[in-house]
């Protein structure tokens, strides 16, 4: 419940709340969350604070919104593993409107740049990507 007497704000509570509710499986991937107005009503809150919750949740990939269909819980996706051979410069970074769309990453989701000598540079979404690196290569060749 909403510990209207905490210093954490009740839109951070909120959000806590939901996702607590998906980590536990309570709300599964796909499902529909409640509308905002039966989450302002079950929980006492404004539009507002409801609008901010979800904002937060958005951002950090666990929810997508669609306008006329309410927010549902992101499916979840297989994870790829990209193995890393050779020299290579891995980094995260936020995505581009454009890397967004053609990777359909929701809001909030960062992507890894992995970056090789003589290779073109990979763009990956980081929440459906494990990166292994290879050593089996530097194992053979010590000096390197």
Do not use: C
């Not at 709300?27 to 302002?40: D, N, Y």
């Not at 609008?51 to 951002?59: E, I, K, Y």
């Not at 970074?93 to 990453?105: F, G, H, Q, V």
């Not at 073109?120 to 530097?138: F, G």
């Amino acid at each position: 419940m909403i510990d209207f007497g905490s210093d954490r704000p009740v839109h951070r509570q909120l959000a806590d709340i939901i996702r607590a509710d998906i980590a536990s499986g309570r709300l599964k991937p796909g499902q529909a969350l409640p509308s905002e107005t039966r989450l302002m009503q079950q929980y006492e809150l404004g539009r507002v604070a409801v609008r901010q919750a979800l904002g937060v949740l958005r951002s950090e990939g666990l929810i997508v919104t669609v306008k006329r269909e309410g927010s549902h819980v992101r499916p979840q996706l297989p994870v790829e593993r990209v193995v890393i051979e050779g020299e290579a410069e891995v980094s995260a970074r936020m995505p581009s409107p454009e890397e967004r769309k053609e990777l359909d990453i929701p809001e909030g989701v960062p992507v890894f740049v992995i970056k090789q000598p003589r290779k073109r540079e990979r763009v990956l979404a980081a929440d459906r990507t494990t990166l292994i690196w290879d050593n089996s290569q530097q194992a053979r060749n010590p000096e390197h």
